[in-house]
């Protein structure tokens, strides 16, 4: 069994708030629920001078570096920590990257395997970047160029890649990708979510439609995320003009949960498209807001752009609310989920039609998540391969 088990992550939710950082920090925190000893080293945390626990995991961050971000610090820092390690870990496991430098440095602890959680690939990112509708945003493509080459030089060294998602898992198998780690290193194990942290709250769902006035034969239609340009938000506020036009608008009210960058253009286009009384911007909100706005919702949307992993957490978080989704018909290719409705997201008469045909029953309260994506089978699947992998290590 693998008892000891060392995360390095550059940041996590004690950073900031994000995908990424719920999804590693969340298996840690059920790896130690498990009875694993469970370490994780990271970036500096403002006001922490030294380790600490939380929800049975050692929290490691390491002085001098930048908080939340790779740096030139971060790879000497992280590497230094492990070829001063005494002890050998039964596993090492790195959140995306964060791993590079003490992979390098394999030989300190020869028969400890090294597992890569992949959250997207730098081709993925470049496709994304040159499908954004932004000139600006393209342009910043050659950055992830070069980490591509980096990423090309550095999967060799890894005994497992874990992709988190379905588009991860088929880019990593392909060119160029393949060229550096074959398919038999590439293992599919899909993020997963803690389902009673996001069960639907029935005072929370009165509560909230009372504080924006939003009335029981109101339409609440839940969009959880950064406002980014490449999450494509504009397309629900054109999907509210499409319900407007149609002469449906005082039956529907959005619920823009986040911010981001792109929150002003965002407004401007809500007033330019006469839909602004049909949307709330609620401001960045944290996982326990997140549920009472899911909670207070009959159905969510996401109309995002970009090349997602797989199903986004937003939208584990919302079928485990009981939540229908409306979601990119590319975001379920080849599954049967209950609870999800895949659409173009870019038609707004089709998202329009599929919000109503996704609300036309009672709003469920119990849990439309696949127990293949609850935490714990998520969890329990990266100890069984991480068991698989320990007898074999490196000579």
Known sequence: MSRAILVFSRATPHHHSGGMEEVSWGLAAEWARLGREVRLVTTALPGAEGPFSDAGVEVVPLSGTAPGRYSRAWWEASRRYWTQLAAAPSV????????YA???ERARHPHTPFVMQAHGTSAME???????????YAATAPKNALWLLRDLARYRDFDQIVAVGDRVYDSLVAK???????????????NGVAAEGHAFAPAARERVRAEHGIGPDTVAVACVGRLHLQKRVDRALRTAAALRASGDGDRYRFLLVGDGPDEQRLRGLAAELGVAGMVVFTGRADRERVRDYNSAADVALVTTARMEVGLPLVVLEALANGLPCVVPSSFVAGTSWKGLHPVDAGDPPAVATALAAATRGPRGAASLLPADLTLERCARTYLDLFDELAPVGRA
């Open 92 to 99: 090492v496991l790195s959140v995306s990257s964060a791993a």
């Open 102 to 104: 003490a992979v390098r």
């Open 176 to 190: 160029p990708q393949r060229w550096s780690v074959g398919a038999e290193r590439v293992r599919l194990i899909r």
């Open 126 to 136: 470049i496709l994304s970047k040159l499908r954004a509708a932004s000139v600006k």
